[in-house]
């Protein structure tokens, strides 16, 4: 098998606390997003990925390796954690650098490599500042920039666009992007759904530390052919839209917003899909707009952990 | 690089950070005590009488241990408690070189902070020709007396920090049990008459100063000490020096298996 991350029947627990439960996933090359809500076990799963936790019971294999405490592996992976903590009194340069040296490189090499880091993750101006006085933002830029400092295959991101303004977060997944395109992989995991998805269709879902689906959007989408699905729709006629619709066999409910717009509940979509046009051409409507409000991804995951 | 020059550059790097630290400069402070005291209480007719309590019970008992937990706690409970232990273990290079470059870091710098001192209090005792030699507490201090008494400052620094290093690879807060076990637990059996003392660090240290001789610098010393035998220094060096290795042994068994949980 050519994943990257292989776990088998993976667990985690601290104590009586379930950290992961029978967890069994691969990731394939490319950008994953790992998503599940607070608590779900994300943090946790990575934290196992780079080796600074051991699986309570299971198997994982990173990049063909055993990951905890395996400096064979280190040089092949970059990880950005969570926990907003830098070394305070250095500079955010000086604390990629150090740990550049930390990891082998020569003086040089690592001063052109933290240098260069700096720069991607557009720190480049304050770079020489004490980490003390960054903001919240440009402390997540630092540490993106000591995961990918010293050009890893496989970059561990925990939440990397938290904290960041709109402008930066665009920067930096316009970041990922390109270092997916330069053929690294990428696990970044988020609760802030759009970005994900805007990011990659490839996507695993933990809930309460177990897997709960895997796979494109698209693929979690056709798993869930009972889930209710809505409709919005947007109409001058909005009121005799709703009567004629609530008539239908496979609508659960519609619900009138107001005068002329309505969502519509439905277990079949297809079905929808094909007697709409019939009913506007009889009713006459004047249909102006129709959205499914829960084509993303955002409502694939809350009918998921439901 | 090699293990043995990743070892040494987080000690450099460790140093450096140390220096410009709140707790070097605690240590620094509490190093200058010994040498205050013995300017500000010197008798220059009676050197002697005043050398043995600022030695032994002042810095040997108190100020080196204390100096030696505070700089050793830092080892990995520092990087613990500031949750920045994952980019260092997440690196390529070993655990036990994190550990043992950390420790040799804070070991050199509390040896040379205390021998400073110490050389400090036994230089300025030296100083004075005593008037008079009709009582032994009276005496000038024996000879190589200071030098003795600096290399165990520097030990006793040593030994202190080694076991804070070994704690803080399994307590977020090392100081806490450190200070427990040499100021309670050590005060206690230290200072117990008997064969008691045996189970103590401070019976060892004070081995390197007493030397069974009638003349001695033990004849000074508070009564209270000289209710052990003593070994010769130099097994009481060799049994010092042994469980400052088995302690880096356990800190590096400990470290290198360790999960070290980081709550965001």
Known sequence: MNALIEAHNLGKWYGEVIGLSDLSVNFAPGITGLLGPNGAGKSTFMRIIVGELKPSRGELKVLDMTPFANRKLYPYLGFAPQQDALYESMTGYGFVRHLLRLGGFTRSDASARAKRAMEQVGLQDAMNRPCKGYSKGMRQRTRLAQAIAHDPELLVLDEPLTGLDPVARRQIMELFRSLAEAGKSLIVSSHVLHEVQSLTDSIVLLHRGRLLAQGTVGDIRSLLSSHPREVALSARKARELAVALVARPHVQRVELVDDENLVVRTRQLDALYEELPGMVQNLQPGLRSMKSSDANLESVFDFLVQ | ?264
């Open chain 2, 1 to 264: 690089m090699q293990p043995i020059a990743q070892t040494f550059f987080v000690a450099g790097h460790q140093a450096r950070q140390l220096l410009s630290s709140r707790r070097f400069w605690m240590v620094v402070v509490i190093a200058l005590l010994p040498p205050f005291l013995a300017h500000l209480t010197v008798d220059p007719e009676r050197p002697m009488h005043h050398f043995a309590p600022v030695a032994v019970l002042l810095s040997l008992n108190i100020l080196a241990p204390l100096a030696g937990l505070l700089l050793g706690s830092t080892v990995i409970s520092e990087e613990v408690e500031a949750k920045t232990l994952t980019y260092v273990f997440t690196r390529p290079i070993p655990r036990v070189s994190l550990f043992l470059g950390r420790w040799l870091a804070c070991t050199l710098v509390v040896s040379a902070v205390l021998a400073i001192s110490g050389a400090y209090v036994g230089w300025h005792a030296d100083q004075f020709e005593p008037a008079s030699f009709s009582k032994p507490s009276h005496g000038p201090l024996p000879a190589g007396l200071a030098m003795r008494f600096v290399g165990a400052m520097v030990l006793c620094g040593a030994l202190y920090t080694t076991l804070a290093a070994g704690l803080s690879t399994t307590w977020r807060r090392p100081i806490v049990f450190g200070l427990g076990y040499a100021f309670v637990w050590e005060m206690v059996v230290a200072n117990l008459p008997g064969s008691t003392q045996r189970l103590s660090m401070q019976y060892y240290l004070r081995g390197l100063l007493i030397e069974p001789s009638p003349d001695s610098f033990e004849r000074r010393l508070p009564p209270f000490i000289l209710q052990a035998e003593y070994l010769p220094p130099l097994d009481s060096l060799t049994r010092l020096l042994g469980f400052m290795v088995f302690l880096l042994i356990v800190g590096s068994f400990t470290v290198r298996r360790k999960q070290y949980l980081l709550s965001s």
